[in-house]
């Protein structure tokens, strides 16, 4: 299946609990990144890997955390939730860093 | 801290008008740059890159590094233009998008 598939599409949790989001990157990509967008904001950068190793993070505390497998499947964990983690996550995959990102959809997670 | 600014939040033109929409961002190295579009009900897909010098969908864009901006422009607006437009800044590892231009072209 070509194009960056999320999943799952919304999820709700509990503030003090734990989350993993999982993203499949589009096929030949092997770079990912992956982004929180709050509402009415724009998409703020969490990290990023290139072949299973992070190469770039941006302002994001320790709790968030991220895998890249050797298939270029990548997760997204987030520990000890706060409420201030509500937010659409975005997934991006590219051939290079720079070349330009192809987004999925996105998950939708809410802490109560 | 590296930001990219968009100072207009909302920006309404009528169909045929030009359309500018205004980025500016604070790196002092070599930009990567780029323009993201989001319409309705769809994903964030990128637009352009500055360094490819291409024109998609009749929207251009040009590096100014002196007045450090990259504003994206249109010289007739259509209504499919409508949409969510964000400006982004690629530096060494780091990538950091504007907070986005809601773009409303009028019949």
Not at chain 2, 32 to 55: A, D, G, K, M, T
Not at chain 2, 62 to 71: A, C
Request: net charge neutral.
């Amino acid at each position: 299946e070509t194009g960056v598939t999320q999943s799952p599409t919304h999820l709700i949790k509990t503030r003090g609990q734990q989350v993993t989001l999982r993203c499949s990157s589009q096929s030949g990509h092997n770079t990912v990144s992956w982004y929180q967008q709050a509402l009415g904001q724009g998409p703020q950068f969490i990290f990023q890997y290139y072949r299973e190793e992070e190469n770039g993070r941006g302002n994001f505390p320790p709790r968030f955390s991220g895998l890249q497998f050797p298939n270029y499947s990548s997760e997204l964990n987030v520990n000890a939730l706060e409420l201030d983690d509500s937010a659409l996550y975005l997934c991006a995959s590219s051939s290079g860093a720079w070349d330009g990102y192809t987004f999925g959809s996105g998950t939708r997670l809410t802490v109560v | 801290a590296q930001r990219v600014t968009q100072p207009e939040k909302l920006l309404s033109v009528f169909k045929g008008a030009p359309v500018e929409l205004k980025c500016n961002y604070s790196y002092s190295g070599s930009p990567e740059l780029f323009w993201y579009v989001q319409y309705s009900r769809q994903r964030l897909q990128l637009l352009l890159r500055h360094i490819s010098r291409e024109s998609i969908k009749g929207f251009t864009a040009d590096l100014n590094k002196g007045e450090t901006s990259f504003h994206l422009k249109k010289p007739f607006a259509q209504e499919e233009d409508s949409a969510m437009y964000y400006c982004a800044l690629g530096y060494g590892q780091n990538f950091v998008f504007g907070p986005g231009t809601r773009l409303s072209v009028l019949p």
